[in-house]
């Protein structure tokens, strides 16, 4: 029975209710031949022992509606079991529970080709991988990985892959399956939104930390799952296709950056107005913070720059604070925030007027790593102009003014900005001392990378080359940069040949600051 049999059975019984089976006298014709009108058509085969050596019944299937569809099916069977090596009796074995478990929990044979590849593979084909257990294998293979991407992957992995597609058995992973996991993203998005226009406390409690998904981050997590998928593709050969590289995804739109020209600071006045009142009537009069007031208000664009003369008023709001030095460096040379906050005296010459980046302080949830900077573009020299060159050598005096005061206390961790006992700065604490000058300086709200947007879009405005501009901000391609600035200043490109530095000491009259402002800090 090694080949296996089709044979005709049927349920009739005879006088003592005992079942025919395969002895029903109406299963064949007088002249033996099988009936065509009576009984249904089986088949039946000897399987290997179990693992333990023990035999095993035969493999019997039956209710086929002629004896073709039954030898195509045995046939299915004795190609699967043909899969395995001669000498590999311990796969045949496995590929024999496969067929008995798969049947079971399905009523269908398992894929020849699924098999087929993981016998050649030299996989367990008594394991099942899921999504959830291949993706945190995938993290574990990530060893020489930046520890921000590594953080990325991991939150992609731990709030959204695994919940909605960690359950599936990876090589039944679908397109749908993806579709469905951001189809369930956006609804939860509206969720959020509604239940914090809510008023009851509780339910605007229960979202409290949580934020909607932009397009821009559903991105990213297909992009995390595209590249796991790649892995198991690559290197352990686990699947042949991956789905979540032709999903169609609505395309990722930058958001553009805008100037506050006089008409959006005049609607933005009122808006902060609205805003702050709707808060403090929703709070039943109990006070309103105004930094949260004034980075919550809406804005025209959530990428803002200011003008020329707006950003001279900011500089000299913070003249006075420990880290102007830092805030000027990154208005007219455009550092990231972890650059600034990761530069380091001995990268500094202010003798010759330059500075390198070799390194970037990053923050990880709360917690600061230091590590390389962005990309290779962004490991750069860069020229300083006079101002700035005094400005950093009065910063530098007062940094070993305190350092002489502290004496032994003082932490020597030759950062150029730092706490005042000489520790790394948090960046946090460099952003919400950035967006408190602004409040201070009575100017509409932008980001502390919006500094960064400003630089570059100065130096344009000032007939700065692009290729410049590209090399000062560490961009890879002079192309990223045209297209995220040229658009930005050109009111003021018109009118502007100065350079960049001149720009931020121009005389203009235009005084962007709001009155609203000031009465509501008061």
Request: charged letters at 30%; aromatic letters at 8%; glycine letters at 6%.
């Amino acid at each position: 029975m090694a080949e296996g049999t089709t044979f005709k059975r049927c349920s009739c019984k005879d006088g003592n209710g005992k079942p025919y089976g395969q002895k029903c006298p109406k299963l064949r014709r007088p002249g033996g031949a099988w009936s065509h009108r009576h009984g249904s058509w089986n088949y039946q085969l000897e399987l290997p022992p179990t693992a333990e050596g023990k035999r095993r019944g035969p493999l019997r299937r039956g209710g086929f509606e002629s004896q073709d569809v039954a030898e195509t099916e045995l046939a299915q069977v004795r190609e699967l079991l043909a899969l395995a090596d001669p000498l590999e009796p311990k796969t045949r074995v496995q590929i024999a529970d496969l067929i008995k478990k798969t049947l079971a929990e399905t009523g269908n044979l398992p894929g020849a080709e699924t098999v087929r590849r993981k016998v050649r593979r030299g996989h367990d084909l008594g394991v099942e991988i899921t999504v959830g257990a291949w993706l945190e294998e995938f993290l574990k293979r990530k060893r020489t990985i930046e520890e921000t991407t590594r953080r990325s992957y991991e939150g992609h992995i731990r709030l959204y892959l695994i919940p909605y597609l960690g359950h599936l058995r990876l090589d039944r992973l679908k397109v749908s399956h993806i579709a469905d996991m951001f189809d369930e993203i956006e609804e939860f998005n509206t969720t959020i939104t509604d239940q914090r226009r809510s008023g009851d406390p509780q339910i605007r409690a229960s979202v409290k930390y949580r934020r909607p998904i932009g397009v821009s981050t559903m991105h990213s997590i297909r992009a995390t799952l595209r590249h796991a998928l790649n892995m198991a593709i690559r290197q352990d050969r686990l699947i042949d296709f991956n789905p979540a590289a032709v999903l169609e995804m609505p395309p990722r739109a930058r958001p553009k950056a805008l100037v506050w020209t006089d008409e959006r600071v005049k609607q933005w006045r009122t808006d902060f107005r609205d805003y702050f009142t709707a808060e403090k009537q929703r709070r039943g009069g109990r006070r309103v913070d105004p930094i949260d007031a004034y980075v919550s208000s809406p804005r025209p664009s959530s990428v803002m720059v200011w003008t020329p003369a707006q950003t001279r008023l900011f500089l000299e709001e913070a003249a006075q604070h420990r880290l102007f030095a830092m805030y000027r460096l990154i208005t007219v040379r455009g550092l990231r925030r972890g650059e600034a906050c990761g530069l380091r005296w001995k990268d500094v010459n202010l003798e010759a007027g330059m500075l390198t980046i070799n390194w970037q302080l990053v923050q990880l949830a709360w917690g600061v790593h230091e590590g390389k900077p962005k990309t290779d573009a962004s490991e750069r020299t860069l020229a300083l102009d006079s101002d700035t060159i005094a400005i950093l050598r009065a910063h530098r005096t007062r940094q070993l003014q305190e350092r002489m005061a502290l004496g032994e206390a003082w932490k020597d961790t030759g950062f150029v900005f730092t706490q005042e006992d000489g520790d790394r700065l948090h960046p946090q604490y460099v952003s919400d001392q950035f967006l408190w000058l602004a409040y201070m300086a009575g100017l509409p709200p932008i980001r502390l990378h919006d500094l960064r947007h400003g630089a570059a879009s100065l130096m344009l405005a000032a007939g700065v080359e692009m290729k410049v501009v590209q090399e000062t901000l560490g961009h890879t391609s002079s192309a990223f940069t045209a297209d995220t600035y040229t658009s930005v200043f050109p009111e003021v490109a018109k009118a502007a040949a100065e350079k960049t530095a001149a720009l931020l000491s121009m005389n203009e009259k235009e005084q962007p600051v709001s009155g609203d402002i000031i009465a509501l800090r008061q």
